[in-house]
């Protein structure tokens, strides 16, 4: 089960990759972005509770939810809706590889809260895997900063943005795991992803923020990033928290910015250098080193 939760969950981060990719495009046609982070999740959702509405035995699961899991679940929406609302606000002011470098620093995070507040101190090999995987998002920032065209106050909003991601997409993956054991796991996406579509769609209303009206490339994009990087992907970082500690699946989610700069370098033309190089192989050396703590058990 170790080794399969390990290829789920690459796969999940290699679809999840795509992501940024298709929401520069989307942005490109004129869609804000929290009208894609709506469409991501209402699409998503909206395809999951058909799916359970037409199946009897997934009907009646829904019915034996504690009201406290189900609290929980909605809360896990909440986080996911601002973590959306935010990283892909992010990718208007920022580059990719800096983006996606900064919402994956939730290893720290989630290190310092299991520590300070969980008191259960991750050992060795995860401190030495953080460590390593965050000195490689640092010098993808910094390579990426210094050859940033974008006015720097855009920079240090994109900046910004994609950490208060970062940091609430914490409580996305501890709410998960809190509830492994005790909801399916087609519930909790479906639960979890509506109440983050509910919630973007308030943020939507509100800031008054365009549904409609989009392009057909746009709506590919939207379709695209609803079926494969939610769906598949999150869903699929979703089932590993099942089988993986939290700060483990974190770590390797930091494979993410390698594979993002690497498409956006390929179809969009984002240059990165030897120091960014360097920092991609800082990524994937801290996940291998940190799949062999004790916690991923």
Request: aromatic share 10%.
């Amino acid at each position: 089960m170790r080794t399969l939760s390990f290829i789920v969950l690459g796969v999940a981060v290699l679809v999840v990759s795509t992501a940024a990719l298709l929401v520069r495009v989307a942005q490109a046609e004129q869609v804000s972005s929290i009208s894609i982070a709506f469409w991501r999740l209402t699409i998503a959702s909206f395809s999951l509770v058909l799916y359970v509405a037409c199946k009897p035995k997934h009907r009646a699961e829904l019915f034996k939810v504690e009201g406290r899991s189900f609290g929980l679940m909605v809360l896990s929406g909440l986080f996911l809706a601002i973590h959306f609302a935010t990283w892909i606000g992010s990718l208007a002011f920022t580059s990719v590889a800096s983006s996606t470098a900064l919402v994956s620093t939730n290893p720290v995070w989630l290190a310092l809260f299991s520590w300070l507040v969980l008191k259960d101190r991750p050992d060795r090999w995860i401190w030495v895997g953080v460590a390593a995987s965050l000195l490689g998002s640092t010098l993808i920032f910094l390579a990426d900063s210094a050859t940033m065209l974008l006015p720097a106050a855009n920079t240090t909003l994109g900046n910004g943005l994609a950490l208060v991601g970062s940091i609430t997409v914490c409580g996305y993956l501890l709410i998960g795991r809190s509830l492994a054991h005790s909801v399916p796991i087609l519930l909790y996406v479906t639960i979890v992803f509506s109440s983050a579509a509910v919630t973007l769609f308030v943020i939507a209303v509100s800031s008054g923020a365009p549904l409609l009206g989009y392009s057909a490339t746009a709506w590919l994009c939207l379709l695209a990033l609803a079926f494969g990087p939610q769906l598949i992907g999150h869903s699929g970082i979703s089932w590993s928290l099942r089988h993986l500690a939290p700060t483990m699946v974190a770590v390797v989610i930091l494979g993410e910015p390698v594979c993002s700069a690497l498409l956006a370098w390929w179809c969009l033309g984002e240059q990165f250098g030897w120091l960014q190089v360097a920092g991609f192989l800082l990524i994937l050396t801290g996940i291998s080193v940190a799949a062999k703590s004790r916690t991923t058990n």
